[in-house]
């Protein structure tokens, strides 16, 4: 069964270090995203991503963010300078469609910033 | 701020009994529903999907959804040690030309399945 991949599965940072995190979506998957979950905490959305280009963004998603699709298969979430708080479960998640929107979850990467 | 509201358990139930969850949101809007399971440390994975007033079932799993009232529920029958997990509303408001449904999430129900 396809499913969403993610990597690392766990990464350590030290505080104002970039880190990009990676996802390849499901093959026949067109829409993508990325959540959050702070330990203890709910889960987020950060952003969406369409054709290339991204859909919508939550105020999470400052400029200190950014997402790219740099091939046909793989989709990156970069943090240029990263902070404490920016520890947290990173999931990528993709839909085949808008109807039925269904998103399916990568297993996470655990980012820790020192 | 679009809410979806759950409360947060933890939901005890004896193994082989019937679990029942509930979910509420704001946004009138709200087009699609979802319940995910979590265990901890893990990735939500979907269980059931639900888009218009009614019931519907997949196996021991039951999903209710009255857009009237702004409510969805999950019926987990015969309830198993192993459905101990966080179970995790959510939903998408679709939106004219978008590209894309963000899904809002509650913060979970926590359930423990005693043998």
């Known amino acids: 069964e396809p499913e969403v991949t993610q990597t690392p599965s766990h990464q350590v940072t030290q505080m104002g270090q970039e880190v990009i995190l990676r996802c390849v979506p499901i093959s026949n998957h067109l829409y993508f995203y990325w959540y959050r979950q702070i330990l203890g905490q709910k889960v987020e959305f950060l952003v969406s991503f369409y054709n290339n280009e991204i859909s919508e963004k939550s105020e999470i998603f400052d400029d200190q963010f950014s997402v790219e699709r740099p091939d046909g298969s793989n989709f990156t979430l970069k943090i240029r300078s990263t902070k404490l708080e920016d520890s947290a479960m990173y999931f990528c998640?993709?839909?085949?469609?808008?109807?039925?929107?269904?998103?399916?979850f990568g297993p996470g990467t655990r980012l820790t910033v020192l | 701020q679009k809410e979806v509201e759950q409360n947060s358990g933890p939901l005890s139930v004896p193994e082989g009994a019937i679990a029942s969850l509930n979910c509420t949101y704001s946004d009138r809007g709200s087009q699609s529903f979802f319940w995910y399971r979590q265990y901890s440390g893990k990735s939500p994975e979907l269980i059931m999907s639900i888009y218009s007033n009614g019931d519907k079932e997949d196996g021991r799993f039951t999903a209710q959804l009255n857009k009237a009232s702004q409510y969805v529920s999950l019926l987990i029958r015969d309830s198993q040690p192993s459905d101990s997990a966080t179970y995790l509303c959510?939903?998408?408001?679709?939106?004219?030309?978008?590209?894309?449904?963000?899904?809002?999430f509650g913060g979970g129900t926590r359930v423990l399945v005693k043998p």
């Open positions: 959510a939903v998408t408001v679709g939106k004219r030309g978008g590209a894309g449904n963000k899904l809002t």
């Open positions: 998640a993709s839909s085949e469609a808008l109807l039925p929107d269904t998103q399916y």
